[in-house]
């Protein structure tokens, strides 16, 4: 009876550490799969401030995808597989990124995708208004002369020709929240008047044209600095749509 005792403790120790390795497995697994799934193919972000009105109010939760645009991974980002597009919505990452450590950074991620962006250790550590990205729509592309007409932006393509309405140079229509001053200033630093964009560069810009928070603040932005494609509004449920 001792010898048999013996033998089905053994056994059930064997069993337990099988069970404590296929849990560890499992769970590694889950966790890479949730790293790669936000990686590489939806990111869920919560829309601060009211940059985005009328179209998007602050508290809307929206789904990105990351990968057409080029990922961000720990190795860097990935090549584009699509150009970006004159009109879309888009994330525009902080400048300078904190450099953080690769396991706290994927720690960081887990958090976001599940907290639907209402939570980053990364922001709670070096603050929100330095790691937070921002939702942004492009209204100039690289070699584009823009000025601006109260809540408009007027857009010269290439070298020459008339300037047109921003809205008019894109199958995304949209519309923007006026301003309350006039007149045609950028105000980005030296270029009161017109800026030209440089190769791979974008102006981006809210559509609540009195927040001046975007391009019109801070300057164009390069490629490195876009993360992903806004495709869908899922949260809350009255304000569904696709992008």
């Known amino acids: 009876m001792a ?5 089905r403790s053994y056994t059930e120790k064997v069993f337990a550490k099988r069970r404590r390795r296929k849990f560890l497995g499992r769970t590694l697994l889950f966790l890479l799969l949730i790293a790669l799934l936000r990686t590489f193919f939806v990111q869920s972000y919560t829309l601060r401030g009211k940059n985005m009105e009328p ?21 860097g980002k990935t090549p584009a597989l699509s150009d970006i597009e004159r009109g879309e919505l ?3 990452d902080p400048d300078p990124i904190p450099s953080v450590g690769r396991f706290f950074a994927l720690w960081d991620s887990i958090a976001r995708f599940f907290s639907l962006q209402r939570y980053s250790p990364v922001a709670r550590r070096y603050g929100a208004a330095q790691t937070s990205p921002g939702i942004y729509r492009v209204v100039g592309l690289p070699g584009d002369r823009i000025r601006r007409n109260k809540a ?3 857009i010269q393509k290439g070298s020459g020709g008339a300037y047109l309405p921003e809205q008019s140079l894109t199958d995304n229509p949209y519309e923007v929240q006026s301003v309350s001053s006039s007149g045609d200033l950028l105000g980005i630093g030296d270029f009161s008047e017109t800026l030209e964009l440089g190769p791979g560069q974008y102006f981006v810009e809210g559509d609540n044209r009195e927040s001046f928070n975007g391009s019109s603040l801070w300057g164009p932005v390069g490629i490195d600095r876009i993360s992903g ?3 869908l509004v899922y949260w809350p449920i009255k304000h569904l749509r696709i992008l």
């Open 90 to 92: 888009v994330v525009v």
């Open 55 to 75: 179209l998007l109010v602050e508290g809307d939760s929206l789904l990105v995808f990351p990968l057409p645009l080029g990922a961000r991974t720990w190795f």
């Open 3 to 7: 010898l048999f005792s013996r033998h």
């Open 229 to 231: 494609r806004v495709i």
């Open 152 to 154: 408009v932006y007027e």
